[in-house]
């Protein structure tokens, strides 16, 4: 399988420690935004999703927390566990003519000891 | 990978040649999209297709073709390669079109 380069911010947590990545996202007119995660070799998968109105949302161990004012996404872990071990990418989605457009950000390894 | 695959999985590759990725799904999924992964950039659109012959240009097009004859096939082609389309290409596929897509395993590719 494929992954990301090594140039990338980290976050070491330790097993049972919470996470939190924080995303900076650029467009006021986003409707949705998504957390995708990427582990090793494989290509990213969608973990969670918080549409613009919202501020929070939760879901399995995970909480997305949306700051519109000074446009800041952040998602949250709870007891983050080895298998959480991986590159997080924040997305945001907006609506164009054509369909739905995603814009990705650069990414957030995350890095968990045992 | 939701049914999805992506060949080849590695490619080295000289400047000037042509190059075809292809990438398979078996999920029936009108949407089919190509994005490239650079270190710092996260993943950029290269192309999508919202039906068979039905294709656009994303983000980052310029030096890329695509083509899509049957639900199942995206192909992506650059004509000419060059050293700056080295980087490591996904594909991915939606129902709807939305921000839930699903990605295949990834094909790096290495331009010399």
């Known amino acids: 399988g494929e992954s990301v380069g090594l140039h990338l911010p980290t976050l070491s947590v330790q097993e049972g420690d919470n996470s939190i990545i924080n995303c900076a996202y650029s467009?006021?007119?986003?409707?949705?935004f998504i957390w995708y995660k990427q582990e090793s070799g494989k290509g990213p998968q969608f973990i969670i999703d918080?549409?613009?109105?919202?501020d929070k949302r939760q879901g399995q161990r995970v909480t997305v927390l949306l700051n519109k004012t000074v446009k800041h996404l952040s998602l949250q872990i709870a007891a983050t566990q080895p298998g959480d071990s991986a590159v997080y990418f924040c997305?945001?989605?907006?609506?164009?003519?054509?369909?739905?457009?995603?814009?990705f950000g650069g990414g957030t390894r995350v890095l968990v000891k045992p | 990978d939701a049914g999805i695959t992506q060949s080849p999985r590695h490619k080295v590759t000289e400047t000037g040649t042509p190059v075809t990725l292809r990438c398979h799904q078996t999920e029936n999924h009108r949407y089919m999209y190509w994005y490239r992964q650079d270190p710092g950039h996260g993943l950029r659109l290269i192309h999508y297709?919202?039906?068979?012959?039905?294709?656009d240009k994303g983000e980052v097009s310029d030096g890329y073709s695509v083509s899509r004859s049957k639900t199942e096939d995206f192909l992506l082609t650059l004509e000419s390669a060059t050293s700056s389309q080295t980087s490591v290409y996904f594909c991915?596929?939606?129902?709807?079109?939305?921000?839930?897509?699903?990605f295949g395993p990834g094909t790096r590719l290495t331009v010399l």
């Open positions: 918080i549409r613009s109105n919202m």
């Open positions: 991915a596929i939606s129902f709807t079109g939305g921000y839930e897509q699903f």
């Open positions: 997305a945001e989605n907006t609506m164009e003519a054509a369909g739905n457009k995603l814009t």
């Open positions: 297709s919202y039906g068979v012959k039905d294709t």
């Open positions: 467009n006021s007119a986003s409707d949705y």
